[in-house]
Each structure stands twice: as C-alpha cells, then as structure tokens.
C-alpha cells in the first residue's frame, strides 16, 4: 500500500512539475518597440502594446510550432491576439522629443492559446524536454577552443539560447576544472568513457555536441563554416541533421559565427519538437 501511495505522489509531483515548464512557455520577455514620437503619449502607448502582441504572438509561435504547422497561419486574415493573452507589463518605457521605446512583457493564456490552434486544426508542442547539456566545440584555424573565455561560438549560442523555449540546454561554465575534466578531442573522438563521467559530475543524462570549424580558403578568398550537431545519450551517438543534412557548410568573407549560432539554435528547436 505504501509503494502505491508514493507511486502516485511521484507521478503527481512530476506532473506538477512538467506543468509548471509548460507555464513559463507562454510568457515572451525582451520584447522591444520602437516608434516615432508623434507627440500622443496614450495613442503611442497603445500603438506599442498591439505591436507588442503581435511581436510577442509571433515569437510563441515559433516556440511551439513547427514550420508546416506555422504555415497555416497564412489563412487567417486577423487573428484576435489579444483575447489570447493573459496579461502584459510595460517593463521599461523611454520616451524622448522623436523617439518613443518600450520593453513589453507578455504572458498568453495557456488554455486560450491551445483551444485556438486546437479549433484551426493546428498542431502545437508543448512538451519541455530535459536538459541536455551542451559541448560548443569551435575550432578555428586548428586550435581547439571548448572551456576557454574566448570561445565565441560557446558565447553566441548563449546568447541565442531562449531559456523559456522548449528545448532546455545547460551550458557547463567556462573554468580550468572544466578543461582538465575533458577537452575537445576527447568528445570529437566520441570517448565514451569521459563524456559520461563528465556527465554524471554535472547531474546530466544527455549532451548535445555542436562542433563550428572554420578555416580560411586563399583559393576563393572566404571563411569555410562547418556545424554540425550530435546527441549523445544511453544509446550511444546519434548524428543530428541540420536542415535534412549531417552538416550545414557556407562561406564567407568574414567569421559568420554569430549568425550561425541563430540558425543551428532554431533547428535544434525543430528538431526537438520532431521528436
């Protein structure tokens, strides 16, 4: 009888949980406006606060939908947001003689928003998966840069990496202890043994190794990028594909990391929710 009665209290309290994530989905934060002041503080206001739901409904959108389902949209002439939200707060505001700036949160309304993709036949996701702990690898010009402070593509994942999205990520902090508990070569060479090790030292079960290498090219002039993704799991390494292929390559004149650190973190959120 006792085994029964914690058994539910651990599927209660998981789902407590779970719930709990789902929740924070729905809340956009950092959303920005910018207009022209016209010299009507209330009209500007108001102005920003339509601009904001659309901002804000278009960014939950793409958190929770995949791109065919985002597609269907388009045959919405108007879509009423703001009978979809919860709640908003002007988190900051700045108002000058020409400009007139505002930074908006905006909390949806759970329930809302599901019926409404529920009624229009849209499928949405909202399943917050575990954390995955991440390995940045960036290799530039044949140095290996992972726990070092001038690892830039560790930075700009970061940075890109939307912590009230679906897909969580943990990033390990760059320091010396990191560095002597496992290096590049090791994970790029798929040493098991050190990877779960490192694993375990962080309370993690799964790792997802995104490897930039960039070289230059003196015959065209241009920075060769390479990225590609893997997940490292119980079941060994599996090969993510980034837009239906093993790697994305492109070249360019300069470093374009930050840029492909925005593409890979949107499709590792697709390939989240095709999971």
Same mark, same amino acid.
């Given at each position: ?42 009209k ?26 985002i ?33 908006i949160?905006?909390?949806?309304n ?10 229009? *036949?849209? =499928?949405?996701?909202?399943l917050?998966? $575990? %954390?995955?702990?991440?390995?940045? /690898?960036? &290799?530039?010009?044949? !140095? ?25 990520l ?30 375990i030292?962080?309370? *993690?079960? =799964?790792?997802?190794i995104?490897?930039? $290498? %960039?070289?230059?090219?003196l015959? /065209?002039n &241009?920075?060769?990028? !390479? ?8 079941k060994?390494f599996?090969t ?32 989240w929710?095709?999971?």
């Amino acid at each position: 009888m006792k085994k029964i009665i914690l058994k539910v209290l651990l599927i209660n309290l998981c789902f407590f949980f779970n719930a709990e994530a789902d929740v924070s989905i729905y809340t956009v934060k950092d959303n920005q406006v910018f207009l022209q002041n016209d010299g009507n503080v209330l009209k500007l206001r108001e102005k920003a606060k339509k601009l904001a739901f659309d901002n804000a409904f278009n960014i939950l959108v793409k958190k929770i939908l995949e791109p065919s389902e985002i597609r269907k949209l388009e045959r919405f002439e108007k879509i009423d947001i703001s009978s979809l939200i919860k709640d908003f707060k002007i988190v900051e505001e700045k108002i000058t003689d020409i400009n007139y700036s505002a930074n908006i949160l905006v909390n949806f309304n759970p329930d809302q928003v599901l019926n409404f993709f529920d009624s229009s *036949k849209i =499928k949405s996701k909202v399943l917050v998966s $575990e %954390e995955y702990l991440v390995f940045p /690898i960036f &290799k530039k010009f044949n !140095t290996f840069y992972l726990w070092e402070n001038d690892n830039i593509w560790y930075d700009y994942l970061l940075d890109e990496y939307d912590e009230l999205g679906l897909l969580k990520l943990y990033f390990p902090k760059k320091n010396h202890i990191n560095k002597i508990q496992i290096s590049p070569k090791q994970i790029l060479k798929q040493d098991d043994e050190s990877i779960r090790n490192f694993l375990i030292k962080k309370n *993690k079960r =799964k790792a997802l190794i995104i490897f930039l $290498e %960039e070289n230059y090219n003196l015959e /065209i002039n &241009k920075v060769n990028s !390479t990225v590609s993704a893997m997940l490292f799991s119980d079941k060994g390494f599996e090969t993510i594909k980034l837009f239906q292929n093993d790697v994305y390559k492109e070249n360019s004149k300069l470093s374009n990391a930050k840029l492909l650190s925005k593409i890979i973190i949107n499709e590792l959120d697709v390939w989240w929710k095709k999971q």
